[in-house]
């Protein structure tokens, strides 16, 4: 069994997606996350251990790994398609409710700006640490955050914004949205934040980075 | 002696030090019209609106030199349009066939296409016809595109230098082969397909770069000064310093060495974290280094960056605009800015300026402050 965890957790860090896939060149032809994945499931090793002993863990690290900067973007994008590959065999798992989900994460990118590559980071991390994400795409409005808080109650709402310029959408979205519900929960994220920012505009976490969004939500499941 | 504001910049440019260290922001497009108010959709398309707001806000807050963010206006720009309405003040909706724009004096213009665009997948772009040998687009931001109108590739120039009687640095802005490649694949394909088809992405590098290349030395024609690349992805919040040197600096080399050739100067801006990479930035051949964000939204210690890199490069920067100029309180505004002239003056070629552009809602009155303080504390001894 920990043999199996072991070896889909180097495939998620690595970015080893498939068998065919030519990255990283050291695991060249070598079964990658879905190959993994699907003869663990085989195996009997249950869609609960792959989950918590082996994505979790292995998204942990290289979300550690991107904090001290020493995995960068691309390498990062790759251990999440790795990641993503493997909850394609999971997610049945979810829907008959062998694995829980832990809640449901929705995010978008703040009005006016139409960057996305920060959302998706996040995005594809938190999903692999066991929540549903509910994405609203980019150049999302306050009104359209405040009205997914609605339709998902107890969910986690999660902002992005990559420009400076559009840290002031932000600022609208999380005032308004903690002016009409002040205990729903906010995380903001993205290159010009800090926590500074976060805590004045009223946000309850700023995520330096996907993984330190991770923690947090987690602290609350 | 006093210099003009030209001589000023250029002396700094060329890594000496003039009368006091020179003084030039970029705007961003919302801080423009915050100060300026014009008609959004008139500010962004029409060329002598444009360049008549620049050289008003050059005089108003005491720059030395005005950057040329847009170039390539039509004015034949109202023929494709069939609509304009004016929403709330401030507010225009822009109506063409295939798409609507809504342009605002809160910052850029928003594009919503009728038929969506999917970005083609590396493996089918046709090098030759894909990627066009004559630049006539800037990717401005994501999404969004300035079109270069190939006959007037470089008017706002003369009519600046005309308006301004040639007082100030005119400098104009091209944007990096890299930035090209992202926004052509989309940014998480194009950033995966750095280390999947690493040979492609190279070829299609060259290819942008040999036409950007054009577009600058035709640039350098005009009555410029210097040109700035624009490379906002090319730092540590996306790529390794490994990538930078593989995929980012042999196209802007290629590109710096074209323009130094001209006898222009030249200087690259990346956002955000680059303290990993500016002997890198230096072997560009690059005059100077722009932006050099101070944390939190970069790691640029201005002091230390001077001692690596600023005995063959001038220093443009490095005010933050949002935690410094925006939201800090008198005292730490002018403290921090203070702080920056003082470590700026003290290297062989200052800019001041604010890292990245300033944001649309720093007021007029921080912006002014600039100048007084860099008239009061960045004197250089005669």
């Known amino acids: ?221 | 002696m006093i210099y003009t504001p030209r001589e000023r910049v250029l002396t700094a440019m060329n890594l000496q030090k003039p009368d006091r260290v020179p003084l030039m922001c970029q705007f961003s497009i919302g801080s423009m019209m915050q100060q300026l108010k014009p008609s959004p959709a008139e500010f962004w398309y029409d060329g002598r609106v444009f360049a008549e707001g620049l050289a008003e806000l050059c005089s108003r807050f005491n720059f030395d030199g005005i950057l040329v963010s847009l170039h390539g206006h039509s004015p034949c720009w109202r023929e494709s349009v069939t609509e304009i309405r004016d929403l709330e003040e401030g507010r225009q909706e822009v109506f063409f066939k295939e798409r609507t724009e809504l342009h605002s004096w809160s910052d850029l213009p928003m594009v919503y296409q009728l038929e969506k665009s999917i970005n083609k997948d590396i493996a089918e772009i046709d090098i030759e016809n894909d990627i066009p040998s004559v630049i006539d687009y800037i990717p401005v931001s994501a999404g969004l595109y300035f079109k270069i109108d190939l006959q007037h590739k470089f008017d706002i120039f003369p009519l600046l230098t005309e308006m301004t009687n040639g007082k100030y640095s005119i400098h104009g802005e091209i944007t990096s082969p890299f930035d090209y490649l992202l926004d052509m694949l989309g940014y998480e394909q194009g950033l995966i397909s750095l280390i999947m088809e690493p040979e492609r992405c190279k070829a299609i590098l060259a290819k942008f770069a040999a036409g950007i290349g054009d577009l600058a030395e035709e640039m350098c024609n005009c009555d410029i000064d210097a040109i700035k690349i624009s490379s906002p992805f090319a730092g540590m919040g996306f790529i390794s310093p490994e990538h930078y040197a593989e995929f980012v600096l042999p196209y802007e080399k290629a590109i710096i060495s074209r323009i130094r050739a001209k006898g222009k100067h030249v200087y690259i801006h990346t956002c955000g974290h680059i303290d990993d990479r500016l002997e890198l930035m230096r072997d560009s051949g690059a005059s100077g280094l722009e932006c050099l964000d101070p944390p939190p939204v970069g790691n640029v210690d201005l002091k230390n960056a001077f001692d690596r890199v600023g005995k063959s490069m001038f220093i443009k920067g490095n005010i933050d605009s949002v935690y410094s100029l925006l939201y800090a309180d008198d005292e730490k505004a002018e403290s921090d800015v203070l702080d920056i002239i003082e470590t700026g003056r003290r290297g062989d070629g200052f800019i001041l300026s604010t890292a990245c552009s300033i944001a649309p809602m720093v007021s007029g009155k921080r912006i002014l402050m600039l100048s007084e303080l860099v008239n009061r504390s960045g004197l250089y001894q005669p």
């Open chain 1, 1 to 221: 069994m920990e043999e199996f965890t072991d070896k889909i957790s180097l495939s998620v860090q690595k970015g080893k997606v498939d068998i065919n896939s030519p990255y990283p060149p050291d695991m060249k032809g070598q079964p990658g996350a879905d190959e993994l994945t699907r003869a663990a499931l085989d195996e009997g090793v249950s869609a609960n251990e792959i989950l918590n002993s082996a994505l979790i863990p292995a998204m942990a690290i290289v979300g550690g790994l991107f904090r001290e900067k020493k995995l960068f973007v691309p390498q990062v994008l790759m251990s999440a398609r790795a990641m993503s590959r493997a909850m394609v065999h999971l997610k049945p798992y979810f829907t008959s409710g062998e694995i829980r989900e832990r809640g449901v994460f929705v995010v978008g990118t703040v009005a006016g700006d139409l960057h996305d590559i920060g959302k998706n980071l996040a995005s594809m991390m938190i999903e692999g640490s066991g929540w549903r994400v509910v994405d609203l795409g980019v150049d999302v409005k306050s009104e359209k955050f405040i009205e997914a808080a609605r339709e998902y109650p107890g969910c986690i709402i999660g902002m992005s914004a990559l420009l400076t310029t559009t840290m002031e959408s932000m600022e609208k979205a999380v005032r308004e949205m903690k002016g009409l519900m002040p205990d729903q929960k906010v995380i903001v994220g993205g290159a010009p934040l800090n926590a500074e920012f976060a805590q004045r505009i009223g946000a309850d976490l700023y995520a330096q980075t996907p993984q330190s969004a991770v923690s947090f939500l987690n602290s609350l499941s």
